[in-house]
């Protein structure tokens, strides 16, 4: 799709993406397959495609899933992040479905020209309306002053606040959670850490070497709470560069400098290697103790499977390892890949609380009475949610007469259990 960073339209259209081409372009044949309903975001005077949305189910609840902002959004793309978002909030049992959005664009041109970034969500806003079984929250790309946006836009449209629409995860001074500052998505990766402790006899955080593919709000948390306890984070990556330094990078350093024009490009400490745009994924072949991928879908799979050695892949993005280099990872390596979507449930898991607080107004004041206005709330019931899932898995694993099964296998099955039933069923 071409990217359109500029002649944003004043308005879109949305055009539903017909199943019969769901079956013939993606290959989604069986009902289960497909999600209930995809739409096409429009230019209204052209017809130029600008992205999509996708609700994948609904049997749970509305479907809640991010806004992702990418230059090349593509329909398949969608359909598997709204589908992962149904099993990441049913595995954590929250009374929501899934769904995803993505639009086309580039997030360093909208940086640059926050009026236009306002413009264009403002604009989605009104399309995304009669989309009425979607909540968009943040994603990759979109952030907590572009649901302001999304939220106001409702609050319009409906004729008064507390719709319980979205956007979720705005500002805390609007009546948001900051979920991005308080690194709620990485408090989960950190908790499902501490957790196979447990079960990986030759893993511990404290002395472990970490590397963390794609530095921003997920990555940059989860490497300093890990360093915290006492990780070395020996390598790190954004779209600038990629660093390694076996004594372990300055976080200080890569912390202050990861929002700056050229990101960690402009790291100034010592490092034994150094990648640049072309070559960043040479960082995932240098060995270590844990990965943390927190980027892009797929950016391990069959093309470097086999280069990869490390004891732990702890999944930050959303489906960064192929399924099939999943099997050959555990299998023939020994590699825990620590499933998507039950480790990185931090972020949706505060966002259904800041849901409830948007239409709950007892449960909105009993949040913010807390001195912390609820983040110490937020972070045990991530800290919970998200440990006695990893042990769940590992219990199953290691009860199993099938030792073919991996941890996504597990994963699946748990989600595909907590699926069946409407949340208030549970």
């Not at 989860?222 to 990629?242: E, F, N, Q, T």
């Not at 489906?319 to 099997?327: F, G, I, K, L, Q």
Request: glycine share 10%.
């Amino acid at each position: 799709m071409e990217d359109s960073s500029s002649a944003i339209p004043e308005r879109f259209d949305i055009d539903i993406v017909r199943r019969e081409d769901l079956k013939t372009k993606l290959g989604m044949t069986g009902k289960d397959s497909r999600p209930e309903t995809v739409v096409r975001i429009l230019a209204s005077d052209n017809g130029r495609t600008w992205g999509y949305v996708a609700v994948d189910n609904t049997v749970r609840g509305p479907s809640l899933g991010g806004v992702r902002m990418v230059p090349d959004a593509t329909l398949e793309e969608v359909c598997i992040l709204a589908r992962a978002m149904t099993f990441k909030n049913a595995a954590a049992s929250l009374p929501l479905g899934g769904g995803k959005s993505i639009l086309s664009g580039d997030p360093g041109f909208y940086a640059a020209h926050p009026a236009l970034k306002k413009e264009l969500m403002r604009a989605f806003a009104e399309a995304l309306w009669p989309v009425s079984d979607y909540i968009p929250g943040p994603d990759m790309g979109t952030d907590e002053q572009d649901m302001q946006t999304l939220y106001d836009a409702f609050t319009e449209l409906n004729g008064g606040p507390h719709h319980g629409r979205g956007g979720i995860g705005r500002p805390a001074e609007k009546g948001g959670l900051p979920i991005d500052d308080w690194g709620l998505t990485a408090h989960g990766l950190f908790c499902a850490a501490i957790a196979a402790e447990e079960y990986e006899r030759e893993f511990r955080v404290e002395g472990s070497r970490v590397i963390v593919q794609g530095f921003g709000n997920v990555g940059s948390h989860a490497a300093s709470k890990l360093h915290a306890a006492g990780a070395k984070i020996v390598g790190a990556s954004d779209i600038h560069a990629a660093l390694y330094h076996s004594d372990g990078l300055n976080m200080d350093e890569l912390l202050a400098i990861r929002k700056e024009p050229t990101g960690l490009a402009g790291y100034s400490g010592p490092t034994e290697s150094r990648f640049g745009p072309q070559e960043l994924d040479n960082l995932l072949n240098i060995p270590c103790d844990v990965i943390v991928p927190a980027a892009r879908p797929g950016v391990i799979g069959s093309h470097n499977a086999d280069l990869i050695r490390t004891k732990i892949i702890l999944q930050g993005a959303n489906s960064p390892v192929d399924e099939t280099a999943e099997v050959h990872l555990e299998k023939e390596k020994g590699i825990a890949c620590l499933t998507d979507f039950i480790v990185n449930a931090g972020g949706v898991i505060a966002c259904s609380a800041e849901l409830a607080m948007d239409t709950d107004g007892e449960f909105r004041q009993r949040i913010r009475a807390q001195a912390d206005s609820g983040r110490a709330y937020l972070e045990t019931l991530i800290r919970d949610t998200v440990t006695a899932n990893v042990r769940e898995i590992y219990d199953r694993l290691g009860a199993a007469k099938d030792r073919a099964r991996t941890w996504r296998d597990a994963a699946l099955a748990l989600a595909r259990e907590r699926l069946k039933a409407p949340a208030d069923a549970e």
